[in-house]
């Protein structure tokens, strides 16, 4: 880059809450020429406000982070067109996939992937492309989420040990509203019950 010209590299920020994992992140990828990391950041709220003052064009982040995690993070920024939202999680769950497909993320990678794919993949992301893993890709398009998101709204509360009481009062719905979403979400899982359904809902990435 020349003395006056425009920095034509790729923008990245990223949302790590584990601070070792996030300065690896960001001095492997300072190490390649046409990347800059514009911002460093350890929660969706923080993420948030750094894509609103630092204008990245790739935002790579972690998925269970606090206040808020990077599916949330995703869904926020769906409609925001000048940043594109890549993954990078531990989690091989084909249902975290599918969500984050539906938050129009266009990248999906697990921290276990060599560092050089990683820098290929904001390259391929930045120029329009999608990237997923395709091992995950494979056992999503196998294993299709049976939820539909009031039943999944209604098992995450129950997960927190909210009653169904509890659940129809914050969700304005009525207990036997609420018992038949339960009913429907356990028999969808064939679950033994709402701890057995939050249980298998939570280790396949629905919930």
Do not use: C
Not at 65 to 88: C, D, F, Q, S, Y
Not at 157 to 178: P, Q, R, Y
């Amino acid at each position: 880059m020349t003395a006056g010209s425009p920095d034509a590299r790729i923008r990245i920020a990223i949302a790590e809450d584990q601070a070792m994992v996030l300065g690896a992140l960001a001095a492997l990828l300072e190490l390649e020429p046409d990347m800059v990391i514009v911002a460093q950041v350890h929660n969706g709220r923080q993420a948030l406000a750094a894509v609103q003052e630092h204008a990245p064009d790739i935002l790579i982040t972690d998925i269970e982070m606090p206040e808020m995690t990077g599916l949330e993070l995703a869904h926020a920024l769906r409609a925001n067109e000048a940043v594109k939202v890549i993954v990078l999680t531990t989690f091989a769950r084909p249902g975290y996939l599918q969500r984050a497909l539906d938050a129009n993320v266009r990248g999906y990678l697990l921290k276990e992937s060599p560092s050089r794919e990683l820098a290929a993949a904001v390259r391929r992301v930045h120029a329009g492309e999608r990237v997923i893993n395709p091992r995950l890709a494979a056992e999503a398009l196998v294993e299709r989420d049976p939820l539909t998101d009031r039943e999944r709204e209604v098992l995450q509360l129950a997960e927190g040990g909210a009653s169904s009481g509890e659940i129809a009062s914050k969700l304005a719905l009525s207990k036997g509203t609420v018992r038949n979403h339960l009913s429907q979400a356990i028999s969808k899982l064939a679950a033994t019950g709402r701890v057995d359904a939050a249980r298998i809902a939570k280790s396949k990435g629905w919930l």
